[in-house]
């Protein structure tokens, strides 16, 4: 009797949260594929939504031309409603999710996230993890690069992640090629920005310079036949490894560079300068007691020459 009640209560509650849910996303729009789910109170935000997604559609067709039939996208106005979808992740950092074998996307209302967040950069990030999964092989796409790919198009974090990635290469705390692809979940179900989504994004970017947009963009399509190792070896003669530690060894003059420009290490600028300035001091003190010296040898030179010609003229006498 009470296994029978405990179930009956987990039924119940399972229909309320489902009710709760319905009621929570009674309103839709769609258009050209595109659904978009929301509370009532949120129109405005949905319409925006809307444009972002379509715009994104617009800016990416290029690398991406194949869409889902139709992609879902849910906004959540409670981190009750957005827990129901992201789990685990329904923190306060994590901005949404996308859930891209689902072609899903679920979003935090701008009143639920940090001041400061850019919601259609978000809606872009989470519309390009969906698009990646319709256009390239994403089993063979390691999943910084998925992450990379994400916040480069969608313009995410980007002085941000600079200003991270020139802190983690002169504190030492720069991932190796292993530690980071292993630092990030399925693509899509972002957590907090760190030093992982920070190295990705740099080294995406680095990618892209190295080999070019267009090649870029078709070796991504030559994942369908072959691993990103034997892609990035037939593109750059190397294998990840050596990719990462080329893009390791760029960071030293960006890293300096970015320190003087932002001001972010000034305590470290004003101390290399006080160790400059005791360095050139004691320079010039050695070369000033070298000097010194020198002149004192000499001097005992031209005695010794004095004596010797003293000695000279006592034995001609």
């Known amino acids: 009797m009470i296994r029978i009640l405990a179930i009956l209560t987990r039924t119940l509650a399972a229909l309320c949260v489902a009710v709760g849910a319905t009621n929570a996303h009674a309103d839709v729009i769609e258009r050209g594929g595109i659904r978009i789910d929301f509370p009532s109170s949120a129109g405005t935000l949905a319409e925006e939504s809307m444009a972002a997604i379509e715009q994104a559609y617009r800016s990416y067709e290029k690398p991406f031309p194949k869409r889902p039939e139709t992609l879902r996208v849910v906004i959540c106005d409670t981190i009750a409603q957005f827990g129901e ?9 994590v901005l949404g999710i996308a859930k891209p074998t689902q072609d899903l996307i679920v ?5 639920l996230v940090p001041s400061g967040s850019d919601y259609r ?6 519309v390009i993890h969906v698009l990646l999964q319709q256009n390239v092989n994403t089993d063979n796409l390691p999943r910084w690069l998925n992450e990379g790919i994400a916040m480069v198009l969608s313009g995410e974090n980007r002085w941000e992640s600079r200003a991270q990635i020139a802190s983690m290469y002169l504190n030492g705390r720069v991932l190796s090629y292993r530690e980071l692809d292993l630092s990030f979940l399925d693509p899509g179900e972002e957590m907090q920005f760190g030093d992982a989504y920070a190295q990705a994004y740099s080294m995406t970017q680095y990618l892209m310079q190295e080999v070019g947009e267009d090649r870029f963009w078709a070796m991504l399509r030559t994942l369908d036949t072959q691993t990103f190792g ?32 932002s001001g972010f290490t000034l ?7 006080t160790v400059w300035a005791y360095l050139r001091k004691r320079r010039r003190g050695l070369r000033v007691i070298k000097q010194w010296e020198e002149e004192e040898n000499a001097g005992d030179e031209v005695r010794v020459d004095i004596v010797e010609s003293y000695e000279d003229e006592d034995e001609r006498d």
């Open 107 to 111: 979003l935090k209302a701008p009143q």
């Open 230 to 261: 034997a892609a990035l070896e037939s593109e750059l003669g190397v294998i990840p490894y050596d990719f990462w530690a080329s893009w390791k060894s760029s960071l030293g003059w960006y890293a300096a560079a970015y320190s003087i420009v």
């Open 85 to 93: 979808y992201a789990g685990p992740l329904s923190t306060h950092s």
């Open 121 to 126: 950069g978000t809606v872009r990030h989470e």
């Open 267 to 273: 305590f470290q600028i004003m101390a290399g300068l």
